[in-house]
């Protein structure tokens, strides 16, 4: 049985439709369930229900992000974040989220005053609609100009936005045990995987692999997560280098009993 505080993200299985993902889900007994906006079409209400029926809660919901270069757009990006959080809402859920947006190569703080002025509204129905709004730091600089965790504890404490953590992005953090629990008053959510970090002769995959397949110190990291008192749900997140390359099915498998033996290693 699947470890009762694990998310399994949609983004795990890119390529798979939201109906092979709840088939899966529930087959393996999974409590709670990272959204992708996109699975959720032609009828996000109705797959949100079917969700609801099958026990299984919204974790988060992934959602477009903020093209800082073109503030006309921000508008449309706020409806399509306002359709998200009520969906999320609709279910009791948690959070949505999406990165920061890529740099729009005039200054760091450039980036970050658009930012701040696009999220307002976006916070602000969150709040309205008891849903948390969240961003995710990532090295992916084509989605992101937060990079580090440390950036982007700035733009919660300026903004109120909340922060997704995931391992493969912040493993090398500096002082990383000290810089996790400084996020985790704006932490909505921590993914969980494992990377390879490489070497010679043994290039980095550029994603994500399952967890004890890489060569994070996942229990070190876990602990310093929990000592900082966190104690919501662990989302799984395994995304291949190449977004369309296909999801093994009895891969995911190993891996959602893997994560669940380490939460149970853990002691949660």
């Given at each position: 049985?699947?470890h009762?505080?694990?998310?399994?993200?949609?983004?795990?299985?890119?390529?798979?439709?939201?109906d092979r993902?709840?088939?899966l889900?529930?087959?393996m007994?999974?409590r709670?369930?990272g959204?992708?906006?996109t699975?959720?079409?032609?009828?996000p209400?109705?797959?949100?229900?079917?969700?609801?029926?099958a026990?299984?809660?919204?974790s988060?919901?992934?959602?477009?992000?903020?093209?800082?270069?073109?503030?006309?757009t921000?508008?449309?990006?706020h409806?399509?974040?306002?359709t998200?959080?009520d969906?999320?809402?609709?279910q009791g859920?948690?959070?949505?989220y999406?990165?920061p947006g890529?740099?729009?190569?005039?200054?760091?703080?450039?980036?970050?005053d658009?930012l701040?002025?696009?999220?307002?509204?976006?916070?602000?129905?969150?709040?309205?609609?008891g849903?948390?709004?969240?961003?995710?730091?990532?090295l992916?600089?084509s989605?992101?100009f937060v990079?580090t965790?440390?950036?982007?504890?700035?733009v919660a404490?300026?903004?109120?936005i909340?922060?997704?953590?995931d391992?493969?992005?912040?493993w090398?953090?500096?002082d990383?045990r000290?810089?996790?629990?400084r996020?985790?008053p704006?932490i909505?959510l921590?993914?969980?995987d494992?990377?390879?970090?490489?070497?010679?002769?043994?290039p980095?995959?550029?994603?994500?692999?399952?967890?004890?397949?890489?060569?994070?110190?996942?229990?070190?990291?876990?602990q310093?997560?929990?000592?900082?008192?966190?104690?919501?749900v662990?989302?799984?997140e395994?995304?291949a280098?190449?977004?369309?390359?296909?999801c093994?099915?009895?891969?995911l498998r190993?891996?959602?009993?893997?994560?669940s033996?380490?939460?149970?290693?853990?002691?949660?």
């Open positions: 049985m699947t009762p505080r694990l998310s399994v993200d949609a983004m795990c299985t890119f390529r798979w439709s939201f993902d709840l088939a889900w529930s087959d007994g999974v709670h369930a959204l992708l906006i699975k959720l079409a032609p009828d209400a109705a797959a949100m229900a079917r969700l609801t029926t026990g299984i809660k919204c988060t919901l992934i959602t477009e992000s903020f093209d800082l270069n073109a503030r006309d921000w508008g449309k990006t409806e399509a974040h306002r998200a959080i969906l999320v809402a609709s859920g948690h959070s949505i999406f990165t890529r740099t729009t190569t005039i200054s760091w703080q450039e980036d970050f658009r701040a002025e696009a999220l307002d509204p976006t916070v602000a129905y969150g709040h309205e609609k849903v948390l709004s969240s961003i995710e730091p990532s992916r600089t989605a992101s990079n965790l440390r950036d982007a504890i700035d404490e300026r903004t109120g909340k922060l997704v953590v391992f493969a992005n912040v090398m953090e500096r990383f000290e810089t996790i629990a996020a985790m704006h909505s921590m993914q969980i494992d990377v390879v970090i490489g070497g010679q002769g043994r980095s995959p550029g994603g994500r692999i399952h967890i004890d397949q890489g060569e994070l110190p996942l229990r070190r990291m876990m310093d997560v929990l000592d900082a008192g966190y104690t919501g662990f989302d799984l395994v995304v280098a190449d977004f369309s390359a296909d093994d099915e009895d891969e190993r891996g959602i009993d893997a994560a033996a380490l939460l149970s290693d853990m002691g949660i």
